[in-house]
T-cell receptor, first 117, second 110 residues
């Protein structure tokens, strides 16, 4: 198994649909993240989970709802999205140290390319 | 928050050496990361520097000067596959996750 696995790789959904993105990490890490990358733009941090507790939520609209049932799995539930939400959604994991200052490298999955029609 | 400055674009020739500079300002310092990102793909970790000096990993090396708030990534024996964006990022003290800028887009030409 590769380190961080995301499914599906591609997703096309209408604005009234509900879908979920899934991420699984096999690295034994204790922190997981969702990032969004729109075309030709920098990565935007969306959510941070540490030990299954959400510790950061960067002003993300409520139509994006994360869930972290355990330290290996992370979901992003999507509903009533807008066309501008079309982007590459990247999951990452890391081993957070006691200082909790984000000083360990992120391991990214291959992402889900989402298109909202 | 962190303030990162990198050139937007660079061009180099296959087989040559290129140095990508990065200056940073952070609230506290917890090390500096370099990532590589090919278009449409996820970033991959290249290096982490927390002490001053040069860290070498094969064709890639990364340098840090904390007193100058400066780092560079050195790529030797450039290959066409090195065409990518190179992201420099330094987390602020107390931040739990890395944030990224646009990075430097490197184009390697034959």
């Amino acid at each position: 198994e590769t380190g961080v696995t995301q499914t599906p790789r591609h997703l096309v959904m209408g604005m009234t649909n509900k879908k979920s993105l899934k991420c699984e990490q096999h690295l034994g890490h204790n922190a997981m993240y969702w990032y969004k990358q729109s075309a030709k733009k920098p990565l935007e941090l969306m959510f941070v989970y540490s030990l299954e507790e959400r510790v950061e939520n960067n002003s993300v609209p409520s139509r994006f709802s994360p869930e972290c049932p355990n330290s290996s799995h992370l979901f992003l539930h999507l509903h009533t999205l807008q066309p501008e939400d079309s982007a590459l959604y990247l999951c990452a994991s890391s081993q957070e140290t006691n200082s909790g200052t984000g000083d360990s490298p992120l391991h990214f999955g291959n992402g889900t390319r989402l298109t909202v029609t | 928050g962190q303030n990162i400055d990198q050139p937007t674009e660079m061009t180099a020739t296959e087989g040559a050496i290129v140095q990508i500079n990065c200056t940073y300002q952070t609230s506290g310092f917890n090390g500096l990361f370099w990532y590589q990102q090919h278009a449409g793909e996820a970033p991959t970790f290249l290096s982490y520097n927390v002490l001053d000096g040069l860290e070498e990993k094969g064709r890639f090396s990364s340098f840090l000067s904390r007193s100058k708030g400066y780092s560079y990534l050195l790529l030797k024996e450039l290959q066409m596959k090195d065409s990518a964006s190179y992201l420099c990022t330094a987390p602020d003290t107390g931040r739990r996750a890395l944030t990224f800028g646009s990075g430097t887009r490197l184009q390697v030409q034959p």
